[in-house]
């Protein structure tokens, strides 16, 4: 009887010790499930490219910039201009159409692919104050005072006018607000394209303004 006793008692210890050297091997003994489904997927930010001839039958094709995965994306839009308007009308309707674009919600595969704006509606542009006051030809003055867009809708604002023909032949944009205060000349960089919510597009005086 007190071989069987003494036999008993050196086979419990094998048990934690068995549990303790798997717990070294990094291995857990679990009754619950550890399936938490797929990693998540990146959002693309790309679309497939829409029928340019179709475009061109709503208006003239353009480009805006909207916001994705934190940056400035092209997205392909059209604007209708009247046949006949000159240059300097020609430049203001362009980038009404353009604004209009911007303030509209995306459409519906862009919102799944990611696609935002920070530019809000009700938003008008007009052209330069009346001749005499210095202001260049290629003024575009707009309903709300540039400083009080956020820095990503003035971004957007700055990068797709310059990639228009509201452009200089630089692609600088003249921009101003709704009162007498002098416009600024401001241009579209890579930095502000890779970060608009920080990088506020860089600005200069206008001569003569």
Same mark, same amino acid.
């Given at each position: 009887?007190?071989? !069987?006793?003494?036999?008993?008692?050196?086979?419990?210890?094998?048990?934690?010790?068995?549990?303790?050297?798997?717990? @070294?091997? @990094?291995?857990?003994?679990?009754?619950?499930?550890?399936?938490? @489904?797929?990693?998540?997927?990146? /959002?693309?930010?790309?679309?497939?490219?829409?029928? !340019?001839?179709?475009?061109?039958?709503?208006?003239?094709?353009?480009?805006?910039?909207?916001?994705?995965?934190?940056?400035?994306?092209?997205?392909?839009?059209?604007?209708? /201009?009247?046949?006949?308007?000159?240059?300097?009308?020609?430049?203001?309707? $362009?980038?009404?159409?353009?604004?209009?674009?911007?303030?509209?919600?995306?459409?519906?595969?862009?919102?799944?692919?990611?696609?935002?704006?920070? /530019?809000?509606?009700?938003?008008?542009?007009?052209?330069?104050?009346?001749?005499?006051?210095?202001?260049?030809? *290629?003024?575009?003055?707009?309903?709300?005072?540039?400083?009080?867009?956020?820095?990503?809708?003035?971004?957007?604002?700055?990068?797709?006018?310059?990639?228009?023909?509201?452009?200089? *032949?630089?692609?600088?944009?003249?921009?101003?607000?709704?009162?007498?205060?002098?416009?600024?000349?401001?241009?579209?960089?890579?930095?502000?394209?890779?970060?608009? =919510?920080?990088?506020?597009?860089?600005?200069?005086? $206008? *001569? =003569?303004?």
């Amino acid at each position: 009887m007190t071989t !069987v006793r003494r036999r008993g008692a050196l086979r419990w210890p094998a048990v934690p010790l068995l549990a303790l050297l798997l717990a @070294g091997c @990094g291995i857990r003994s679990t009754q619950v499930p550890t399936d938490f @489904g797929p990693a998540p997927s990146r /959002v693309p930010c790309t679309l497939s490219g829409p029928d !340019v001839s179709t475009q061109a039958s709503r208006g003239i094709p353009v480009q805006v910039f909207l916001l994705c995965s934190g940056q400035l994306v092209t997205v392909d839009r059209s604007v209708r /201009v009247p046949d006949g308007a000159t240059e300097s009308a020609r430049r203001v309707l $362009v980038a009404q159409g353009l604004l209009d674009e911007l303030a509209g919600s995306p459409s519906t595969p862009e919102q799944q692919a990611g696609y935002t704006t920070d /530019v809000r509606g009700g938003m008008t542009v007009s052209g330069p104050r009346p001749r005499g006051t210095g202001e260049p030809e *290629d003024t575009l003055r707009l309903s709300t005072p540039p400083r009080e867009l956020t820095p990503a809708a003035l971004a957007q604002l700055v990068c797709t006018f310059s990639d228009s023909a509201a452009a200089q *032949d630089d692609g600088s944009v003249v921009l101003g607000g709704p009162d007498a205060t002098a416009p600024r000349r401001y241009q579209c960089t890579s930095d502000v394209r890779s970060d608009p =919510g920080r990088k506020a597009p860089p600005s200069t005086a $206008v *001569d =003569g303004a």
